[in-house]
């Protein structure tokens, strides 16, 4: 355990040197776009609970792959932001919503009270409403750098992987496995809908950040950067599902072993922990052999796929 903490750190430093400047935009975005209660004798319970589930807490792990697919990209940050925004608000409605006591019923979240505890379970469903919305919104103002076409095509992606065909079916997937044993091809299946569709979606959106002619020559490098996204998705879940066994509560900064409790099949309850841990490997390789072609300019995201598989929270 020590030595992995070592390892996730001297990752983490690595990341943080890098994506210093990214980290800072993101969250400057995120500070601009929120609401904020202008009448500080009543505040708006609404604005106050979705700035209170957006900021103050987060890996920012899916706007980092806008930009590190971007940087890989060579497009400009500014054609990167809305995408890094929307990404975002969306993966924390999907949060408010999966903590509520209809779905996962948790009290922890980040390191801090879940917001249908913080505040109540009518505002937090508002919340994530408020939040889904808020990143279409975002995502479909217009952009000089980027073709038409394009944004078009990312409002469609963003869609796609937060709905019926993603996210969304990932969770009703999800829910419907409490108490049951899936084989390892089902649960991959609802991984890759629950935790993997926004992780794709991040990579996918950011590879139409640019104009018409761009993108008639980016086919193959989406097609690499596709495979990669996909790797790391389910990377992440199978990561998850080790911590939930072998880490604490204070250390992931929301209730440790709730999957157990609740009777969740996960990756080491249906092959065992060692064989668990092959797959992350096996995942981790099959991300950096993704973007094999890939120069120095990819590095971001080689560095996002080594913290994912060493990541202690």
Known sequence: MVKARMIFHRLLIMLDQKNNPYQQRIEKALESILPVATDHKSPNKLEEAMRYAVLDGGKRVRPLLVYATGEALGFSLGSLDKPAVAIELMHAYSLVHDDLPCMDDDELRRGKKTVHKAFDEATAVLTGDALQALAFEVLSQQDPDISLQNQ???????AKVSGNSGMVQGQAIDLAAVGQVLTEQQLEKMHSHKTGALIRGSVLMASHCSSEE???KLMDQRCALKNYAEAIGLAFQVRDDILDIQSDTETLGKQQGADIAADKPTYP??????????KLFLLHQQAIDSVVNFGKEADLLRDIAAFIVKRIA
Do not use: F, H, Y
Request: hydrophobic share 45%; aromatic share 0%; net charge positive.
């Open 152 to 158: 078009l095509t990312m409002l469609n992606i963003l």
């Open 214 to 216: 761009r993108n008639k």
């Open 269 to 278: 309850s249906i092959m065992g922990m060692d064989k668990a841990k092959e």
